[in-house]
């Protein structure tokens, strides 16, 4: 189903004149716009309603819908499943915003980075490119066969499942499981 709705994408887009190149892909089930902001299109992921509440809980809803240009590693939802139980519940608490705030935003790069960039960077860097998040933590990316993966301060390994989802202020990669800083 979902490469037949791929395919219908990709005609209507060449009957309209668009390039597979400018066309987003589908997150969560849903249409992400070129011309929304990472809020706008995050509400509409079903498979980001946990990042989602957790940015809202955070206070981060105004920053991320800000100029920008900012480069999200999204988590999805099976992501923060498997963290050890309580973990996020623990995380929501009014109490422990600082430490919300950290998570989120050791998943915030500043910049426009996609895919091609950040190839070209863990490329020119002998197979690793080092990240400084917002939150002042690093990250490295590598190559793991076509897989783009982070690794995280801890050493947890994250990949990308889905790169490039552009936004009007940055740019969005889905990543398979939570960064978590030192």
């Given amino acids: 189903m979902r490469t037949v709705i791929g395919i219908v994408a990709i005609s209507i887009a060449m009957v309209l004149g668009v390039s597979a190149q400018e066309m987003n892909p589908m997150v969560g089930g849903a249409a992400m716009f070129k011309t929304k902001n990472i809020v706008e299109n995050a509400v509409n992921s079903k498979d980001h309603t946990t990042l989602v509440a957790a940015v809202k809980a955070a206070g981060l809803v105004d920053t991320l819908m800000g100029a920008g240009p900012f480069t999200v590693f999204a988590p999805t939802n099976a992501a923060f499943d498997m963290l050890p139980a309580g973990t996020v ?85 889905v990543v398979d499981s939570v960064l978590m800083p030192e």
Avoid: C, F
């Fill in 89 to 173: 519940d623990t995380l929501l608490k009014p109490e422990n915003k600082a430490m919300l705030t950290k998570v989120l935003t050791y998943h915030v790069v500043a910049g426009n980075w996609d895919s091609k960039a950040i190839a070209k960077t863990i490329k020119k860097g002998g197979g690793k490119a080092e990240l400084t998040t917002v939150s002042g933590g690093k990250l490295w990316a590598s190559m793991d066969g076509d897989n783009l993966v982070l690794t995280d301060e801890k050493g947890g390994r994250s990949t990308v499942t889905i790169a490039n989802v552009r936004q009007s202020n940055g740019i969005i990669h």
